[in-house]
């Protein structure tokens, strides 16, 4: 089965989409405060951007997110919900969306796209894995996610079964570029003040190395906010056996829980 997306005449390869992200990654803007985090442009491209917008699926093809993002709205709605971008849970979309996150699904689990995220964060992936960090084994799962107005998240740092945080960000427009996540500074009194915003704009985002200092949060999405739309991309931790054997596991849980769902 030939895996690509059309875009009128043009046809995009998993490979192709991944190769251009990368490059996208290797030029990205980079800052240190308060942590190391890169700042994504023009993560994919203008065409296949647009498709993505258009391809997304509605509410009740997602299922709640659990965790530490888990919440509901007075109505009963879970204020954060999902799909994971693997075939396996996309095979219940209609086929025009299924053909374009199959694609980019593809493209974010790429070990193209997971060495360009390890070259730009390596001083801090050096701190945590040491010299070998480069050989570091790591299990990229891009999950599309919807927030709700009711959503937030207070500041925490992610749990260190991650090695990489992603997040794609995927508005219509730049109306809402005030959702963006928020970074903190932890301070010597144990305070977490705000220190810096994203900008929640059109095929931009970040990504950071998890570590003990990489503080950030999300106020909560307000009524003037129809949908907060965005890629999680995790790159969780997959060395060992234990490691090994929980990624895989948990990736194959999931897949039964959303056949259930779909019955």
């Keep these: 089965m030939a895996h690509v997306l059309e875009t009128g005449k043009k046809e ?3 490979k192709e989409l991944a190769e251009f992200v990368a490059r996208s990654v ?6 240190t405060h308060p942590f190391l985090h890169l700042v994504l442009r023009d993560v ?4 296949i951007y647009a498709r993505m917008v258009e391809a997304m699926p509605v509410y009740e093809d997602y299922r709640p997110m659990h965790g530490r993002s888990k919440a509901y709205n007075a109505q009963g709605n879970s204020t954060r919900v999902k799909i994971d971008l693997f075939p396996e849970y996309i095979r219940h979309l209609p086929a025009g969306k299924r053909e374009v996150w199959d694609v980019v699904g ?3 689990t790429s070990r193209t796209v997971q060495a360009a995220f390890v070259r730009r964060l390596a001083p801090d992936l050096e701190k945590r894995f040491g010299p070998a960090f480069a050989r570091t084994g790591f299990f990229p799962i891009p999950i599309l996610t919807r927030d709700i107005p009711g959503y937030r998240i207070t500041p925490h740092t992610d749990t260190y079964s991650k090695g990489i945080t992603v997040q794609l960000y995927l508005p219509r427009d730049a109306s809402t570029s005030h959702i963006g996540t928020i970074f903190h500074e932890r301070l010597a009194d ?14 931009s985002g970040y990504a950071f190395s998890v570590s003990d200092y990489s503080w950030h949060s999300a106020d909560e999405v307000g009524t003037e906010v129809t949908t907060r739309d965005s890629i ?3 790159y969780f931790v997959d060395q060992g056996p234990v490691a090994f054997v929980r990624n895989r596991v948990k990736r194959f849980g999931n897949f039964i829980s959303n056949e259930l769902r779909h019955r």
Aim: aromatic letters at 6%; glycine letters at 4%.
């Design 26 to 31: 290797d030029s990205a803007a980079s800052d």
């Design 190 to 203: 144990g305070s977490l003040p705000k220190t810096v915003r994203m900008q929640f704009l059109p095929n």
């Design 44 to 47: 994919f491209p203008e065409d």
């Design 232 to 234: 999680l991309l995790t």
């Design 106 to 108: 593809r493209a974010l």
């Design 12 to 14: 995009t390869t998993p």
